[in-house]
C-alpha cells in the first residue's frame, strides 16, 4: 500500500514538470481542490474587467461601420455637422471639447495645486481633515446638480456680470464677441474647472505627500523658507502633478451633464467665449434618442469611439506619470 | 562692506515676502475652492425645501400646466437602477478585487490592475452608449436593465480598485495564523482577510453606490425615462437624476421648481444610503 503510494508519488514528481502532468499535478498533487475552485472563480471576474474594456471598444467599432465606411478619416476633419442633410463631421464638437477643457484646466491648475500645496505643507491636521473631507464632497455631487445650478445660478451671473464686465474691458478682443447670452463656452468651461479642481487638487496632495520629508528637512537646513522649500517639493514632484492634471483634461473631456445644460449646444467654431458651443460628450447625450437614421445613430456611435480612445490614451499617460512619481520615492 | 550687508538684508527681506505672498496665495486658493460648494448647497437647499412636500414622495408627475405631483415613480426607479447595478456591479468589483490582491502579484494580475484603472476613466456617456449596443439594441426597446448594466459597469472599477487596497491592509500574520491552522487558503481569503477587511470594502461599494446614484449620462439612452410607475427590469424607468436633467431644461417654472426639490432628495437619498451604511458595517465590526 505504502510502497504503491510512494511509486505513484515519485512518478508525479518526477514528471511534474512535463506539460501534460503538470496540469494533473496541480489539480491533485499539492493543491487543495477548494483553493483551486476559488482562485479560477476570482481569475474569471478578473478576466472579466479585462475583457469588459476590450469588449466596449469592439462594440462601438461595430456599431459605427456605416459611419466610417462613408466618412472615413474625414469625419475627424469635416466641419459639417448636419442631421438633415445626413452630413456628419465631427470637427466643431472635437474643438468644442478642447477648448472647453483647456479654459477649465487653466483655471483649475493654478488653483488645484496652491489647494493641494496647502493641503499637503501647510495645513495643520486639524485643517487639513475637515478640507480634504470638503473637497472630496465637491467631487462627490452628482454632475446633474452641477448642471441644474450652472442653468438657473452661474449662468445668470456671467450673462449679467463677467460678460459685460469682459466686454467692456476687452472690446476689441476677439475672444469676448457677440450678444452675452450667458450659455456658451465661459459658463461650461467654468462649470467644469469647479468640477476638475477636486481631482487635480487630491491626486496633487497625494503626490506631493509622497516626496520625502528628508528633502524637506534639507532644504529647510540650508535655511530655506517654507516657499522655497515647497518649490524645491514641487519640482521634485513635477511628473506626477503633470499627471494629476492629465487625469483632470480626461475628467474635463468626458464630462457631459453640466456642460449640456450650460453650453448652448450649436455645433460651430467660434473664436468668441460668448457664443454657445458644443462637445462630442453633448452630442451623444442631446441627439442620440432623436437620431432618426441608422447613419446618424452610427456616426453619434463613432463620437463614443473617438470620445473612449481620446480618454484611454489621456489616462494610460497620467497613470504612467503619477505612477513613476510615486515609484521613485518608495 | 556696509553695501554688502545692505544687500543681504534686502535679499532676506524679499525672500521673506516672497514666502508670506506664496503661503497667503495657497491658503486663499484652498477657501475659494470651498465657495462653490457652500453656493451649491445653498441654493439646492434653499430653493429644494419650497417645494418638498410628501405629495413629492407618493405621487406621480402631472402634465404640463397643471401643478403639483409628485416623482415617487423616479425615487423607486433610482433604487431599482442601483438595486441592479449594485446586484452585478457589486460581486464582480469585489471577487476581481480579491484575484488582484491575493494572486495577482503577476503579469495578468498587473494587466488587469491597469484596465480597471482605464475603465474608471471612461466617461460615463460611453458607457451609456455600451450598455446601448450591448443590451437595447438586440432587446429592441429601452430598459430598467439596460440602465443597471450601464451603471454596474461605472462600479465595478471602483469596487475592484478599493477592494484591492482593503485587502493589502490586512496584515500578513493574519494570513500565517490560519496557514498554521491548516485552513485551507480560499477559506483564510473568505473568512479572515475578507470579514477583517469588510469594512474598507463597504466604503468601496458605497462610493460605488453613491456615483452610481447620481448618474445621468448613462441613463438617457438606456433606462429612458417613464412618466409611469413601473418597477419592471424590462420596461423602461424614470430616475431621479433624469428627471432633474428634464425638468430643469423645460421651460416651465414649475418643473424648473421641482428639479431642485428632486435635486435635494437626490442629496438626501445619497447621505441617507451612506448612513446606512455606516450604521451596518458598525454593527458588523462590533459583533466580529
Not at chain 1, 203 to 231: C, H, M, N
Not at chain 2, 192 to 205: D, M
Amino acid at each position: 500500500m505504502s510502497k504503491s503510494n510512494e511509486i505513484i508519488k515519485n512518478y508525479f514528481e518526477r514528471d511534474k514538470n512535463k506539460k501534460p502532468f503538470k496540469l494533473i499535478y496541480n489539480l491533485f498533487g499539492n493543491k487543495n481542490l477548494g483553493d483551486l475552485v476559488f482562485e479560477k472563480l476570482t481569475l474569471l471576474f478578473a478576466i472579466f474587467v479585462f475583457i469588459l474594456v476590450i469588449l466596449m471598444g469592439w462594440e462601438m467599432y461595430s456599431h459605427s461601420t456605416l459611419s466610417i465606411k462613408k466618412f472615413g478619416f474625414g469625419f475627424l476633419t469635416s466641419s459639417t455637422w448636419d442631421p438633415v442633410s445626413q452630413v456628419f463631421g465631427a470637427l466643431p464638437v472635437i474643438y468644442g471639447t478642447i477648448v472647453s477643457s483647456l479654459l477649465s484646466l487653466i483655471i483649475a491648475v493654478p488653483l488645484g495645486i496652491a489647494v493641494a500645496v496647502f493641503l499637503a505643507e501647510l495645513a495643520p491636521n486639524w485643517l487639513e481633515k475637515p478640507l480634504s473631507f470638503l473637497t472630496e464632497l465637491l467631487a462627490g455631487i452628482p454632475s446633474v446638480i452641477y448642471g441644474l445650478w450652472g442653468i438657473f445660478v452661474l449662468v445668470p451671473w456671467v450673462r449679467d456680470v463677467v460678460e459685460p464686465y469682459l466686454q467692456n474691458e476687452f472690446p476689441n478682443s476677439p475672444f469676448f464677441q457677440g450678444a452675452p447670452y450667458g450659455f456658451g463656452m465661459l459658463a461650461a468651461a467654468i462649470i467644469l474647472s469647479i468640477m476638475v479642481l477636486p481631482i487635480i487638487s487630491s491626486i496633487s496632495r497625494d503626490v506631493l505627500k509622497s516626496v520625502p520629508y528628508s528633502q524637506r528637512e534639507a532644504a529647510f537646513a540650508l535655511g530655506a523658507t517654507k516657499w522655497e522649500v515647497t518649490k524645491i517639493v514641487l519640482g521634485n514632484a513635477k511628473s506626477g502633478l503633470f499627471g494629476a492634471i492629465m487625469l483632470g483634461l480626461g475628467r474635463a473631456i468626458g464630462e457631459t451633464m453640466a456642460v449640456t445644460m450650460v453650453i448652448g449646444n450649436r455645433p460651430q467654431i467660434s473664436a468668441s467665449l460668448l457664443d454657445p458651443s458644443y462637445t462630442m460628450a453633448s452630442v451623444i447625450a442631446n441627439e442620440f434618442t432623436e437620431a432618426n437614421s441608422d447613419l446618424y445613430l452610427n456616426a453619434l456611435i463613432e463620437l463614443a469611439l473617438v470620445l473612449f480612445v481620446i480618454t484611454i490614451i489621456i489616462n494610460i499617460l497620467a497613470r504612467l506619470l503619477v505612477w513613476s512619481t510615486e515609484r521613485k520615492w518608495k | 562692506m556696509e553695501i554688502k550687508s545692505f544687500r543681504k538684508k534686502i535679499t532676506f527681506l524679499r525672500r521673506k515676502t516672497t514666502n508670506v505672498v506664496m503661503l497667503s496665495v495657497s491658503f486663499f486658493a484652498a477657501f475659494v475652492t470651498i465657495v462653490p460648494l457652500i453656493f451649491i448647497f445653498y441654493y439646492t437647499i434653499s430653493k429644494g425645501i419650497t417645494h418638498l412636500n410628501l405629495n413629492f414622495f407618493i405621487k406621480l408627475p402631472k402634465p404640463v400646466g397643471e401643478t403639483g405631483g409628485g416623482m415617487v415613480n423616479a425615487i423607486m426607479g433610482t433604487f431599482i437602477l442601483i438595486l441592479i447595478g449594485g446586484g452585478i456591479g457589486i460581486p464582480v468589483g469585489i471577487l476581481s478585487g480579491t484575484y488582484l490582491a491575493e494572486f495577482g502579484h503577476n503579469k495578468f494580475g498587473a494587466t488587469v490592475r491597469f484596465f480597471a484603472d482605464v475603465l474608471s476613466g471612461i466617461p460615463s456617456i460611453v458607457v451609456g452608449v455600451v450598455a446601448y449596443t450591448l443590451v437595447v439594441i438586440p432587446m429592441k426597446h429601452f430598459s430598467a436593465l439596460a440602465g443597471g448594466i450601464a451603471l454596474a459597469i461605472l462600479m465595478i472599477p471602483i469596487v475592484t480598485r478599493t477592494t484591492e487596497e482593503m485587502i493589502n491592509l490586512v496584515p500578513h500574520s493574519f494570513r500565517e495564523a490560519g496557514l498554521a491552522l491548516g485552513i485551507p487558503k480560499w477559506k483564510i481569503i473568505l473568512m479572515i482577510v475578507l470579514k477583517t477587511a469588510w469594512k474598507g470594502i463597504a466604503t468601496g461599494v458605497l462610493l460605488g453606490v453613491s456615483r452610481a446614484a447620481g448618474e445621468t449620462a448613462p441613463l438617457l439612452f438606456t433606462a429612458l425615462g417613464n412618466r409611469f410607475w413601473s418597477t419592471s427590469f424590462f420596461q423602461p424607468i424614470a430616475s431621479l437624476s433624469v428627471y432633474i436633467y428634464e425638468y430643469a431644461s423645460a421651460p416651465y417654472k414649475d418643473w424648473n421648481d421641482q428639479a431642485w426639490t428632486a435635486a435635494l432628495v437626490l442629496i438626501l437619498l445619497i447621505s441617507l444610503l451612506s448612513l446606512i451604511f455606516r450604521i451596518i458595517t458598525r454593527s458588523k465590526y462590533k459583533k466580529s
